[in-house]
């Protein structure tokens, strides 16, 4: 069994609270009691479930990974040139995100970030390329706009999974701005964005939360 998070606790901190709570809750238990293995991608994870009744020895961690041959930088060189001039980012320091756009994802911290670097004058010759769409694009959109900042973002909305490594390879730096979890408990995620980034071989700006850190 592969085990993310609990999808209760999810929709409760990060979507609509389900109505079957209980019932909910007591089919991930069976779903626990059934598996022979149960793969987690953090140490945080593994303690939740050690915390559920979970014997240790049943449980392996095994964090997020990417194929470095499809992340392949030196591969994705020309057509991650010609996509920056088709996006007119040519002559400016690219930083980059790609995401859904999730309320864990700290990609409204980012949106107000961008502003603040625009009022306080910096990263004149930087450019943000944001790559996908999500639930809280509207408000990034928003902030972005009403700041006068349309001009520093791109925003790119969903595109192919296949298309996705080129749009990488076409930004010098990339961000991971992920948020603690509103209720205190431990980070518990491994972002696949991150191991993207790391296989690109670029600079990471990243949020210090557990193994994100």
Request: charged share 25%; net charge negative.
């Amino acid at each position: 069994l592969e085990y993310s998070g609990s999808e209760v606790w999810a929709s409760q901190h990060w979507g609509r609270p389900l109505k079957f709570r209980r019932l909910s809750l007591a089919i991930e238990d069976a779903d626990f009691r059934h598996a022979d293995l149960i793969v987690v991608v953090s140490d945080p994870l593994r303690e939740e479930l050690v915390g559920r009744g979970v014997e240790a020895d049943r449980i392996l961690v095994h964090p997020n990974g990417v194929d470095p041959e499809i992340y392949n930088p030196d591969a994705l060189r020309a057509t991650a040139q010609e996509l920056r001039a088709r996006l007119g980012l040519e002559g400016f320091t690219v930083a980059g995100f790609i995401g859904t756009f999730g309320k864990w994802h700290g990609i409204d911290v980012l949106a107000r970030a961008i502003v603040l670097a625009r009022r306080r004058g910096a990263l004149e010759n930087w450019r943000f390329l944001l790559i996908g769409d999500g639930p809280l694009m509207p408000e990034v959109r928003r902030i972005i706009h009403e700041s006068g900042c349309a001009d520093r973002v791109v925003f790119t909305g969903l595109v192919p999974q296949a298309e996705g490594p080129a749009h990488l390879a076409a930004c010098d730096v990339l961000l991971s701005p992920h948020v603690p979890n509103p209720d205190g408990s431990r980070f518990f995620g491994s972002p696949t964005k991150l191991f993207e980034y790391m296989a690109m071989a670029r600079p990471i700006i990243a949020s210090d939360l557990e193994q994100v850190g």
